[in-house]
């Protein structure tokens, strides 16, 4: 039989990751949000034109160069093809796309803080070496080769690692302040997105837009009607409705006049476990009887954009 390297035999790369060092990365990434939406504030001319070819830019990921069109979600969720074609794909951006990315450095910037206000530790320690080349953790044994023989009906350490998993999706919480900030973030988004839209529906020109107005085409070819722009409007107030905590999010269980106070969650966090709010029991605290947000508001708003509402909320933000 080869000889399986012993735990004493796993090298430790001197630049191995660690937790900490993942949360400094993620509060490096928070604080370069900050100052990029910063920037974009400062911005008062309605004038302004940024054209960027955009398939011309290659990204290095770290394996390989990669196009930045491949990248773009929204040709993903439309099926878009682009190839052959890159080096002419310009997009112009102006004043309303920087609203529109201001919008985006704030949703970025709200996961950020719902990453750091609680504890993964435990979760990275026993499944980090699924995820990055080269992690410390005390289980150094998961860092072996695999052995010769296992089962042909099942990889036993993919399926003990799924397992693992599921089983630590449970963090408790350490910084009840930055689930505070996400909030204010996510609330902000919203804000940006109207000013956005309000700003898109006023532009009299058309030249090559990034999210274009019912009257313009875009750089992408999706046409975008009134339809499309009022319903979405109409899902922001909605959203914001919750996020104020005047509608519930409608709870599963018992009766269904019950509803889950979203506001609640993010200003009396407590220890976030996946396993029990897929059951129920961790929205015990956050139910309350009130006005529901309804499921056919949704439906007719998801109606409105052909059943893509996702993929273009992912446009949108």
């Known amino acids: 039989m ?81 190839a052959g074609r890159e080096d002419d794909f310009v997009i112009v951006f102006d004043r309303a796309d920087a609203e529109w ?43 072996e080769q695999k052995r010769v023989g296992e089962s042909p009906f099942i990889d036993i350490e993919d399926f003990s690692d799924a397992i693992a998993i599921v089983h630590l999706l449970r963090f408790p919480i350490v910084d ?34 990034w999210i274009p107005g019912p009257k313009q085409s875009g750089a992408i070819p999706i046409p975008i009607t009134t339809t499309m722009v009022d319903n979405w409007i109409r899902a922001l107030d909605e959203f914001e409705q919750i996020l104020q905590g005047a509608k519930l999010v409608p709870f599963w269980r018992g009766k269904p006049t019950r509803g889950i106070n979203v506001r609640r969650v993010f200003l009396e966090p407590r220890q976030l476990d996946f396993v029990l709010w897929v059951q129920g029991a961790a929205a015990t605290p956050y139910l309350e009887e009130g006005e529901l947000t309804k499921a056919g508001t949704w439906q007719q708003i998801n109606a409105a954009f052909g059943g893509r509402l996702i993929g273009f909320g992912f446009w949108f933000n």
């Open 2 to 82: 080869p000889n399986n390297p012993t735990v004493a035999d796993v090298p430790i790369p001197a630049e191995s990751l660690t937790y900490q060092i993942l949360q400094g990365i993620n509060l490096e990434w928070l604080n370069s949000l900050s100052k990029v939406e910063t920037t974009l504030s400062m911005i008062t001319s309605d004038e302004i034109k940024l054209p960027v070819h955009v398939g011309r830019v290659v990204l290095n990921l770290g394996t390989a160069e990669t196009r930045s069109l491949s990248l773009l979600p929204i040709l993903r969720q439309f099926d878009l093809r682009i």
């Open 101 to 143: 990315l201001r919008g985006y450095c704030h949703l970025l910037s709200a996961l950020s803080e719902m990453m750091m206000a609680y504890d993964a530790q435990e979760l990275f320690d026993v499944a980090a070496h699924r995820f990055f080349q080269h992690t410390k953790t005390p289980h150094l044994f998961l860092r």
């Open 176 to 209: 009840r302040k930055r689930m505070e900030n996400a909030l204010k973030h996510i609330e902000q988004a919203i804000s940006l997105s109207r000013q956005m839209w309000k700003r898109i529906l006023a532009e009299t020109d058309n030249d090559r837009e």
